[in-house]
């Protein structure tokens, strides 16, 4: 059979995923349990495929497997075959109930542990046959799973790279400056981003979108960054409680990152620094208007501010007397 005479009829779905499994693993034996077969099985699969296409996809000894250039590139599409497969079930089953189902959301960290108890019971109500499971990861891994189809949806900072993703926006999270107790800027009533010139500044570690968001902010403002980096918010407010140093912080997260008062909170005069909470889908995906009905549904119960939202998060999990 010549190349050119190669049609999609000639080999499978399956076979598709037999690769890819094997790209992912670099062993035909783990590939073979991830894909719940015998190894001899797909082993003949992939072979199969390998002599559809008239190419070597792996390099593969004893000790080894190595995909190919050839294979790079056959894996490469045989990905975005899968997850257009994926999508092409998914709006078959939902084309009478796109909220019937599992939705699985990736949450950037400096979002999840103080906007998703505020806002899940309302999804549930609003949508009581959706079964929503969040992920909660970075910008840059919520992006790469988004593409790779093992996640359907983001709810990330708009301000971050996104690529060519869909977007509704959900809540406009303005920035406050975060300063530990007896700091000389603690005495002022709101604060001008000019007012950080010269200022040690902590801030999150490589990877986390509100640090390039906060670095912007401080960077036009003269701010140095501190060598000490934090990997969470925790860490950073306790990092900057017992220091002399200052952050930014999402007025998000005050409720539950200051509840015990550590440190002194200021807002910024204007113009308000902020960050826009969004929800993100891949371009074509069978559930863009769910995801838009979705986002209308946050946005709904969202019409407060970032902080008044948080502090109501707080009140629900405050214990009666």
């Given amino acids: 059979m010549s190349i050119s005479s190669v049609s999609a009829r000639d080999f499978s779905l399956r076979q598709l995923e037999y690769v890819v499994a094997v790209a992912d693993t670099l062993g035909f034996r783990r590939a073979a349990e991830r894909c719940a077969v015998s190894q001899p099985t797909l082993s003949a699969q992939v ?3 390998e002599a559809v296409l008239g190419v070597k996809l792996f390099e593969r000894d004893r000790k080894r497997v190595l995909l190919t250039a050839a294979g790079e590139e056959v894996v490469a599409r045989a990905r975005r075959i899968l997850v257009e497969a ?14 019937k189902g599992t939705f699985r959301v990736g949450v950037i960290p400096t979002i999840a542990p103080y906007f998703l108890p505020a806002v899940t ?10 079964r929503l499971v969040f992920r909660e990861e970075k910008t840059e891994d919520t992006v790469r799973d988004l593409w790779a189809g093992t996640l359907d949806a983001g709810l990330v900072a708009l301000e971050a790279d996104l690529g060519a993703l869909e977007h509704a926006e959900v809540l406009r999270d303005p920035f406050v400056v975060a300063l530990p107790k007896g700091h000389p800027l603690a005495k002022k009533k709101k604060i001008a981003q000019a007012d950080l010139d010269h200022q040690d500044v902590l801030l999150l570690e490589d990877g986390h979108c509100l640090r390039s968001q906060a670095l912007a902010v401080c960077g036009q403002a003269g701010a140095h960054e501190m060598d000490l980096r934090a990997t969470s918010l925790a860490t950073l407010v306790q990092m900057v409680a017992g220091s002399r140093a200052v952050t930014l912080l999402p007025e998000l997260a005050l409720s539950v990152e200051n509840r015990g008062g550590q440190l002194e909170i200021r807002p910024f005069s204007a113009p308000v620094p902020f960050r826009t909470i969004a929800l993100v889908w891949r371009p074509r995906s069978p559930f863009a208007e769910a995801f838009r009905s979705t986002a209308a549904t946050l946005r709904s119960c969202t019409g407060k501010s970032a902080g008044e939202l948080a502090r109501d998060r707080g009140e629900h999990r405050r214990p009666r007397e």
């Fill in 47 to 49: 072979q199969q495929l």
């Fill in 121 to 130: 019971q309302i999804l549930a109500l609003a949508h009581p046959s959706l």
């Fill in 86 to 99: 994926d999508d092409l079930l998914a709006a078959a089953t939902r084309a009478r109930d796109p909220f």
